[in-house]
């Protein structure tokens, strides 16, 4: 799978991305906006890859993908989950706070739930954020999603629900 839009490539993740997954994983926006995974070791960071994008795409054919640059590094993840606690795939995203503001949240979830639709024959897609988030709000809006109530998490986390769909 490899999706390409005006300046990035999104494509699968693999296990030799583990430097920068464990760099993203430890940016204290994700930790505060997403989630502390514990990741704190390149060893730690395979395993993460392993058991989550790995693991979903063996499932599911899809799942967290790696976002990077047109000829550069990558900068971030970005893809569909799917969650116990969800009835429809969410598109969720997460990237390196030096690129924040140069919109490529929007330009990759966009792409992601483009292909929910067009290739995976999806007709809903969410989007799930803690309340304080804006800036992810306004992602999932651009894209958009729209608010549709606040939700509690398996972990007793609040978080905003989004949801758009097609037909």
């Given at each position: 799978?490899?999706?390409?839009?005006?300046?990035?490539?999104?494509?699968?993740?693999?296990?030799?991305?583990?430097?920068?997954?464990?760099?993203?994983?430890?940016?204290?926006?994700?930790?505060?906006?997403?989630?502390?995974?514990?990741?704190?070791?390149?060893?730690?960071?395979?395993?993460?890859?392993?058991?989550?994008?790995?693991?979903?795409?063996q499932?599911?054919?899809?799942?967290?993908?790696?976002?990077?640059?047109?000829?550069?590094?990558?900068?971030?993840?970005?893809?569909?989950?799917?969650?116990?606690?969800?009835?429809?795939?969410?598109?969720?995203?997460?990237?390196?706070?030096?690129?924040?503001?140069?919109?490529?949240?929007?330009?990759?979830?966009q792409?992601?739930?483009?292909?929910?639709?067009?290739?995976?024959?999806?007709?809903?897609?969410?989007?799930?954020?803690?309340?304080?988030?804006?800036?992810?709000?306004?992602?999932?809006?651009?894209?958009?999603?729209?608010?549709?109530?606040?939700?509690?998490?398996?972990?007793?986390?609040?978080?905003d629900?989004?949801?758009?769909?097609?037909?």
């Amino acid at each position: 799978m490899q999706l390409r839009t005006a300046r990035l490539i999104i494509d699968e993740v693999s296990k030799a991305d583990a430097p920068a997954v464990l760099e993203l994983l430890n940016e204290p926006d994700f930790i505060r906006n997403i989630a502390d995974r514990g990741v704190r070791t390149l060893e730690q960071a395979e395993t993460y890859i392993e058991q989550g994008p790995l693991a979903s795409y063996q499932a599911n054919g899809h799942g967290l993908w790696r976002v990077r640059l047109k000829d550069g590094p990558m900068i971030g993840l970005c893809g569909l989950i799917y969650r116990d606690y969800l009835d429809v795939p969410d598109v969720g995203y997460g990237f390196m706070a030096r690129y924040f503001g140069q919109g490529y949240a929007t330009e990759a979830a966009q792409a992601a739930v483009d292909y929910g639709f067009a290739k995976l024959g999806l007709t809903r897609i969410c989007g799930i954020v803690s309340p304080h988030n804006e800036a992810s709000k306004r992602i999932l809006q651009k894209i958009g999603l729209q608010y549709i109530k606040q939700i509690t998490n398996p972990d007793g986390k609040i978080l905003d629900y989004f949801e758009v769909s097609r037909s």
